[in-house]
Nanobody, 125 residues
Framework: QVQLVESGGGLVQAGGSLRLSCAASGRTFSAFSMGWFRQAPGKEREFVAGISWSDGRTYYADSVKGRFTVSRDNALITVYLQKDSLKAGDTAVYYC??????????????????WGQGTQVTVSL
C-alpha cells in the first residue's frame, strides 16, 4: 500500500512561485506514473501534470503548460511540482496520486488508486 503526503502549499502573490512536494512511503513502491491534480471549491478535480516513473516523461494540462514543471527524485521517492507565474485561477487544493493500474500517464482521476490528503495553494491578486 502506497502512502502519499503533499507539502509546500501556502499563500503566494500572483506572478510568484511555489514548489509542491509529494513523498511516497510503503514497504515497496511501484507505479506506472505519478500525477498532480487540483480541485477548487465547487469544481471537479482536474489533471494538472504527470510524470512517468520509469523514464521521467512529463505531461501537462494546457492551462499550466509553460508555467508548471513536474519532476521526480527516485532515491527519495518524491515528486515535485514547480509552479511559476502563478495566477488567481491556480488557487485550489492540490493532490498527488499514484497510478498502478494502467500503463502511462493518464488524465482521469479514476485511474489513480492512491491519493494524498492535499495541500492548499492560494494565489492572491
Amino acid at each position: 500500500q502506497v502512502q502519499l503526503v503533499e507539502s509546500g502549499g501556502g499563500l503566494v502573490q500572483a506572478g510568484g512561485s511555489l514548489r509542491l512536494s509529494c513523498a511516497a512511503s510503503g514497504r515497496t513502491f511501484s507505479a506506472f506514473s505519478m500525477g498532480w491534480f487540483r480541485q477548487a471549491p465547487g469544481k471537479e478535480r482536474e489533471f494538472v501534470a504527470g510524470i512517468s516513473w520509469s523514464d521521467g516523461r512529463t505531461y501537462y494540462a494546457d492551462s499550466v503548460k509553460g508555467r508548471f514543471t513536474v519532476s521526480r527524485d527516485n532515491a527519495l521517492i518524491t515528486v515535485y511540482l514547480q509552479k511559476d507565474s502563478l495566477k488567481a485561477g491556480d488557487t485550489a487544493v492540490y493532490y498527488c496520486a499514484s497510478n498502478r493500474m494502467v500503463r502511462g500517464v493518464l488524465r482521469a482521476p479514476r485511474f489513480y488508486d492512491s491519493w494524498g490528503q492535499g495541500t492548499q495553494v492560494t494565489v492572491s491578486l
